[in-house]
């Protein structure tokens, strides 16, 4: 069955970086779409970046310049390395699926002083 494992959430300071990564398993991982999303507590899940199979990369307005995805099609992983984080950053991070929706459980983030 699908699996999404993600990992590498944590705390940090504002202007820190941080590097998650999501380990895929049980399908052809080259052939799907992936992206990262987020939710912060009040909001609504939202897209921050995402990536085709061939690695064609976009991002959300909020990240842009400061969050690199990227994916590594012979480990099955896709990554979001993070950097000049900011406190609006703070949230439950997620890896997706595009095609068929799955999501893996969520890694927490939090950029405080």
């Known amino acids: 069955q699908v699996q999404l494992v993600e990992s590498g959430g944590g705390l940090v300071q504002p202007g820190g970086s941080l590097r998650l990564s999501c380990a895929a398993s049980?399908?052809?991982?080259?052939?799907?779409?992936m992206g990262w999303y987020r939710q912060a507590p009040g909001k609504q899940r939202e897209l921050v970046a995402a990536?085709?199979?061939?690695?064609?990369?976009n991002y959300a307005d909020s990240v842009k310049g400061r969050f690199t995805i990227s994916r590594d099609n012979a480990k099955n992983t896709v990554t979001l390395q993070m950097d000049s984080l900011k406190p609006e950053d703070t949230a439950v991070y997620y890896c997706?699926?595009?095609?068929?929706?799955?999501w893996g459980q969520g890694t927490q983030v939090t950029v405080s002083a």
């Open positions: 990536i085709t199979g061939r690695g064609i990369a």
């Open positions: 997706r699926r595009a095609q068929g929706g799955y």
């Open positions: 049980g399908f052809i991982f080259s052939l799907y779409d």
